[in-house]
Nanobody, 119 residues
Framework: QVYLKESGGGLVQAGESLRLSCAAS????????MNWYRQAPGPGTERELV?????????NYADSVKGRFTISRENAKNTLYLQMNSLKPEDTAVYYC???????????WGQGTLVTVSS
């Protein structure tokens, strides 16, 4: 089992930066991908994949955050990061970290951290 806990959210103004952290514990040796998702407030919004980093350190980003967000990990601390620069009001959302593995099958989620960007 894998346990995830996000931190680092808060209220910032447009153009500012935040760094989110996701502390992981448990059985991490089989993890294939580590991801950040977000879900904007309000009814009917869907959870959106923001960034991915694989076990081989390959990264991928949503078009909406390319060039502004950077996903990274620090294996020694079992921590996943999301550096968010040049924040926009449309980045306002609850941000979740997610770890996945193919075998054994795993889809673990944190409880989320709220990021609010004011204009």
């Amino acid at each position: 089992q894998v346990y995830l806990k996000e931190s680092g959210g808060g209220l910032v103004q447009a153009g500012e930066s935040l760094r989110l952290s996701c502390a992981a514990s448990g059985s991490l040796s089989t993890i294939n991908s580590m991801n950040w998702y977000r879900q904007a407030p309000g009814p009917g919004t869907e959870r959106e994949l923001v960034a991915t980093i694989t076990s081989s350190n390959s990264t991928n980003y949503a078009d909406s955050v390319k060039g502004r967000f950077t996903i990274s990990r620090e294996n020694a601390k079992n921590t996943l990061y999301l550096q968010m620069n040049s924040l926009k009001p449309e980045d306002t959302a609850v941000y979740y970290c997610n770890f996945g593995s193919v075998w054994p099958p795993l889809d673990a989620w944190g409880q989320g951290t709220l990021v609010t960007v004011s204009s």
